[in-house]
């Protein structure tokens, strides 16, 4: 897969400066780039620096002046180095292949292109998209549905009927279509409600590693299209996700809670049930969510509230052992005045 | 399963009103619920709002008035729906095979009616009680016990020498008797601790997706009867959940900790070691146990207060950097008060 | 593997009280031993409680005084007991052999005494240490290195060409190399930036259960010798975690940060992306780091600040209801001083 560098700028639409014989055989990042390899500098943090990097050569801002070395100038270097990292890691060759250890079920219907690897697991009606990957030890249960140009890592499980969209990438480890947390008290004990939903995921969806996302205890859990996942993710029964929207690692959203499109909820976030957080909100690292939140909300916090006012408030907090003392100074200046006038 | 308006009455020991001859198919919520389906009412909010539903008949409260419709009058309606949507979802059905792809180990001890799916590894000496259904690709070691009515779902692994109890569910992913983390230093090194402990889960439990629940250093950890745990779930060495207690999603508890029966650990609450939690403590979302609970307390926060106290600090917290300003104005009114004093 | 009490104490280097023909059976702790089992006593409030212990024997400091029963005096009674607990269970064989079911790769390069067991898949190019153990279900990508003396439980999923070094555990459910949580916003959507990093992870390390350790963008995520990590921790890409640091359950660290040497990030915490925590920094339970942290620092909170610090706002905290009200008498009582000033 190595490109002469004058190739690239042409794939690129980008203006060559240097040496276009060049050969590039591969990306990396600027500080870590070894001497056949392209990087990228889209800031003067980085410009500045530009002897310092070990790269064959960089992409720059096309907008950049006074720059030398091997450069390609192109209108935005970070997207250009994304599209040019793909092309030279196309990922994993589909070849249309059963391993003779897979195990599939009956009445089960097949793409073009399906590879199953060893010890993948397919229960009965399933139906399975066309140019499907699925690694090893995989188990997907009865009439669960994949589409178009899926992945699924090893050691991933789609429990019965989960309906998954096109495009989508699901890391290893992941549970698809658990039951939800779904009891009765019956005095002291707890009965198990059936769930009897599924789990349906949109198209262009990116789900992380070791996440867990509940079936709908009646009806749907819903993953919209475009939504990445991060890694140790719990989405909760009923919950619907919008489209566009992002969980960092280690987010918890509580049942039937509805969030958003293009919505961000940082690292470790939790989300109380049956809330809605709308459109475009962000919720910092590590904030609780116990009420819902309005589009475009920026919030941070246990319980959360606007960042800017959580933010100073944390500052006063670390003060607050001084605030106590003058306060209880003040007090003291005050019964000292209040005595001395009467 | 289809069931008639009025066999469903019957069999629910409730008072039908309307077309007994409606033939139910299924059970959903209220909201969701269609032409075919049952669903339930239980307080005035979705009582006012029975025109709305799509259903072909409601469960409501006996001592409800004045309703219109194809209606079920019963005591407690959610529990009618649970029990009746367990009627419409009996769960699998376990035939008593192996597929050929299970490897048993040696001296393994059968109930009747034990499934194991494919690619289900089985170790020396475990011992299976009856109407036991193992889902594929799990990895049961030695000398594990597994009582009667044990459904495990795909790659969890339950490893050697724990116990599980009878009608215990396990969901999918999850790590049953891995070591605790015991390590005691040396320098600035780590010395592994061995573990020698097991793991052992009473009856009627369910443990979520994807949980870790670590064996104990020696001696149990422990998870008694009617405990219901959420997803990613951790409990560390030695620990010890009591009866019909829930942990709720992403909850981690310290090595040796003793929580009582019937507590709530709401998500992503986290427990230090060796303290003690009392019975019927409920500890509010994200809190951070510190210190040992009594039994019926009710905390909140970080470290962990009782709730309500914490719910009020909390409102003071946002109002910090304005509460400073006026701490700030009365020093300076108090300095030129004692100025003019003088 | 009994051993008598004589043995023992030899064996330990340790002087001994009573009788020696005694035969230990294995190891327990003070409270759980029972009859022929030995246990430890390394402080006063054990040793006033050695006739509490059912243990046959106990290990005590060579110091203590006044002491009876069957004991053996050694430096340090924790350590000791510990490297007994070793010899008293060494931890499975290694047997020289490959499960049938095992699917292995061409041009994999192979240790002495490797055992492979039941649905174990290793990808091409894997390079296999001596004494190496592999669980069922456990799936290896290509060009996978694994040192000596590795140990890797059931389910754990180790991704394309990540190295790992030698005399290292891997619990249960573990992924090893998913790739990082990297996307370039594209209007609306986010375009996935390929990773083509590995992880790569040193001697003597321990990764704990269900943990995701996602692979470097370019470059490598590293977690550097003698690291040890409880369950459920995740690591994000190009993450550096230092020589013998101890990350407790559900820690997340956030993308290229640097964790210093012997650090120890307690459980719950959360590391913000692109910092640098120094060397031998404590970060307590639940904390959320968002800038970067000085070597030795301790820390606790979100935002983390220095731990006593911490701990003294969070009293007043609690109070801040009381200082609120306090805070308004206090102007009300200014107004009127300043009337009666006029």
Chains 1, 2, 3 share one sequence.
């Not at 399933?126 to 090893?154: A, E, K």
């Not at 919950?239 to 049942?255: H, S």
Request: net charge neutral; with cysteine.
């Amino acid at each position: 897969m190595d490109m002469t560098l004058a190739v690239i700028a042409e794939k690129l639409g980008g203006r060559l400066s240097g040496d276009g014989h060049k050969i590039i055989t591969g990306m990396a990042s600027f500080d870590q780039a070894m001497e056949s390899e392209l990087c990228f500098a889209d800031d003067s943090r980085y410009l500045v620096r530009l002897g310092e990097t070990k790269a064959a050569a960089v992409l720059v801002p096309e907008e950049a002046l006074n720059l030398s070395g091997n450069l390609i100038y192109v209108k935005n270097p970070r997207m250009a180095f994304v599209s040019l990292s793909r092309l030279f890691n196309p990922g994993p060759v589909i070849r249309d292949r059963i391993h003779p250890s897979v195990c599939v079920g009956n009445h089960v219907s097949w793409g073009k292109n399906v590879e199953l690897r060893s010890g993948v697991v397919i229960g009965d009606k399933v139906s399975l998209g066309s140019r499907v990957l699925i690694y090893p030890n995989v188990v997907i249960g009865d009439g669960v549905i994949l589409g178009d140009d899926v992945m699924i890592y090893p050691n991933v499980t789609i429990l019965d009927r989960c309906v998954i969209g096109s495009r989508v990438t699901i890391h290893a480890g992941t549970v698809i279509g658990s039951d939800g947390f779904g009891f009765v008290p019956e005095g002291q004990q707890y009965t198990k409600i059936p769930h009897t939903g599924i789990v349906r995921i949109g198209d262009d969806v990116e789900i992380g590693a070791s996440n867990t996302i509940d079936r709908g205890t009646h009806g749907e859990t819903r993953i919209k299209n475009g939504v990445k996942t991060d890694n140790l993710v719990h989405v909760g029964h009923n919950v619907e996700v919008g489209e566009n929207t992002l969980l960092v690692a280690q987010v918890g959203i509580a049942g039937s809670s509805v969030i958003g499109d293009h919505v961000i909820l940082a690292g470790q976030v939790g989300v109380s049930g049956h809330l809605t957080i709308g459109n475009n909100a962000v919720i910092g690292p590590k904030a609780g969510v116990i009420k819902s939140v309005d589009a475009g909300a920026v919030l941070s916090g246990v319980p959360a509230i606007p960042h800017k006012q959580w933010m100073k408030a944390q500052i006063v907090v670390s003060q607050l052992p001084e605030l106590k003392k003058k306060l209880g100074a003040h007090a003291k200046r005050l019964k000292e005045l209040e005595e001395k006038g009467d």
